[in-house]
């Protein structure tokens, strides 16, 4: 048996990729930081459609934090297919307002986290002929300035540069590697001011934004290597 694991998969969005993956037929590791009781409740939502689910605790804040959970999770589970690097961590401020600390720890977070990870997975990845996913935004795959996010959308934009570099690489071996970059999701804190600058003039569910992911690991799409997904009602154009 072998796994598809999803980091930050005990709530919001990564949830909802973990239970649609499961009610497709995936095994699933939910990956959760301090959200125990969110990460039960997703494993047994999962466990409702008859597949295997599990969770398993990471702080991906450090590098020793990121290498000491592939070590634990590569002993306790073995075998990958899939990895969903969903985890990622964001600031409100303007890059000159951004302290030094709060630099390195998006980068550490939203960048250095997946790349380690799938380093660290690849050979079992490859072994079963799965896929690589990575979660953007909107806006990473053209950058304007936004006075707020402008080093979250760095790590966006260079994790965006890392899958297709990474799909170019691993094509050989078989290997897809994808990003999913929503917008506006009906969960975000800032929903009414985003809204006027969407032409649909709507917000996205995580439903919706899961089945994207779906429908790209299914290997009846397995033609699909190094795109950038947008689910974002036009924002952007």
């Given amino acids: 048996m072998a796994w598809t694991l999803v980091t930050g998969g005990a709530k919001r969005l990564g949830a909802d990729i973990c239970i649609n ?6 095994d699933v590791v939910v990956h959760y930081n301090t959200s125990h009781s969110e990460a039960i409740n997703t494993v047994e939502k999962c466990r409702s459609y008859g597949v295997q689910a599990d969770l398993i605790q990471g702080d991906f804040s450090s590098l020793d934090g990121v290498l000491n959970f592939s070590e634990r999770y590569l002993e306790q589970f073995g075998e990958t297919e899939n990895l969903i690097n969903n985890v990622g961590n964001y600031i409100i401020k303007s890059a000159l307002q951004t302290t030094t600390e709060e630099w390195m720890s998006l980068f550490q977070t939203n960048l250095n986290a ?59 071996e ?5 990003m999913v970059s929503p917008g506006l999701l009906d969960i975000s804190v800032d929903i009414e001011e985003f809204l006027n600058k969407t032409p649909m003039h709507k917000a996205a569910s995580c439903e919706e934004v899961s089945r994207v992911v779906t429908f790209l690991l299914d290997r009846k799409n397995g033609y699909i290597t190094g795109q950038n997904i947008e689910i974002a009602g036009g924002l952007g154009l």
């Fill in 114 to 172: 997946p790349f380690i990870l799938i380093k660290k997975l690849i050979p079992s990845i490859i072994t079963h002929k799965g896929s690589i996913m990575n979660i953007g935004v909107v806006g990473a795959e053209h950058l304007h300035a936004n006075l707020y996010s402008t080093v979250y959308l760095l790590t966006k934009m260079s994790l965006l540069a890392l899958t297709r570099s990474l799909a170019k690489e691993l094509a050989p």
């Fill in 21 to 26: 993956l499961a009610s497709a037929g995936y």
């Fill in 174 to 178: 078989g290997i897809r590697v994808n």
